[in-house]
């Protein structure tokens, strides 16, 4: 399966964006999805995952209740709703997918698509 994320730039502290990812190439419903982000200077870490069927998610502490994963398996697209943003949470941010429909976890994924980077200012 071919991943395309989109939909990051530049927005001011306590702002908000959705990130979307694209799936092609593959049964997108037969995979679990997962994000992932990447600072300057920093090892990539998981921000969220999501189930095939959207029944469980998973969150890192650092986004919890500020970040939303959803999926649309009818448009082949993962969504990651961030509100409430911090400087901190600027980064490369990847989605990726994931053999097993139901992992929600934070290794082990199997496509990659390319970042779209989000910039958070203070």
């Known amino acids: 399966v071919q991943l395309q994320a989109y939909g990051g730039g530049l927005v001011q502290a306590g702002g908000y964006l959705r990130l979307s990812c694209a799936a092609s190439g593959g049964t997108f419903s037969s995979y679990s999805m997962g994000w992932f982000r990447q600072a300057p200077g920093k090892e990539r870490e998981f921000v969220a995952a999501?189930?095939?069927?959207?029944?469980?998610?998973n969150y890192a502490d650092s986004v919890k209740g500020r970040f939303t994963i959803s999926r649309d398996n009818a448009k082949n697209t993962a969504y990651l709703q961030m509100n409430s943003l911090k400087p901190e949470d600027t980064a490369v941010y990847y989605c990726?997918?994931?053999?097993?429909?139901?992992?929600?976890?934070?290794?082990?994924?199997?496509?990659w698509g390319q970042g779209t980077l989000v910039t958070v200012s203070s």
């Open positions: 999501i189930n095939w069927s959207g029944s469980s998610t």
């Open positions: 990726a997918a994931h053999r097993s429909p139901w992992a929600t976890v934070a290794r082990g994924y199997d496509f």
